[in-house]
């Protein structure tokens, strides 16, 4: 018997000529082989990029916990919250800050920011983001 899974594909989201949305029309049963045509919507993790999917996991399996998502990837704190709001954005959810949380970013905060653009772990307007807010 063939191994079916071995010839499985990742859900890929945008056209590679236009970088459209593309649509999955076609399902099949692996193991009756029932098909399925129409247009069904994958939902936005699905949609994912693997770099960003893999932060999902790993901020899912330590519950949310940013010291140990830091811990778990062995990256700083801020390159964590930068990743976060990165997910955040492409899931076009946004971070409700809590009243009276102060945004400023301190000097030991400043120095991992830099430090993060230097590794190569975030780019420039990343760092200019987090130095400014």
């Known amino acids: 018997m063939v191994d079916r899974r071995s010839k ?3 859900l890929i989201s ?13 399902l099949r049963c ?3 082989d029932t098909e399925l045509a129409g247009e069904f919507m994958a939902n936005e993790f699905a949609r994912l990029p ?11 399996a330590c519950r949310g916990n940013l010291k140990l998502v830091e811990q778990e990837l062995s990256i700083s704190y ?7 709001d990165q997910l955040l ?10 009243q009276g949380e102060e945004e400023a970013v301190a000097a030991d905060d400043k120095a991992d920011v830099l430090e993060a653009l230097a590794r190569g772990e975030i780019d420039i307007d990343e760092a200019e983001r987090r130095l400014r807010s």
Not at 78 to 84: E, Y
Not at 89 to 98: F, I, K, P, S, T
Request: charged share 20%; glycine share 8%.
């Open 50 to 60: 693997e770099d960003k999917l893999a932060f999902l996991r790993t901020f899912l």
């Open 14 to 26: 945008q056209c590679p000529v236009c970088g459209g949305q593309l649509a999955v029309t076609h």
């Open 89 to 98: 954005e492409v899931l076009n959810l946004h971070a409700r800050e809590a």
């Open 8 to 10: 499985h594909n990742k």
């Open 78 to 84: 801020p390159t964590v919250r930068g990743r976060l």
């Open 30 to 32: 692996g193991s009756c």
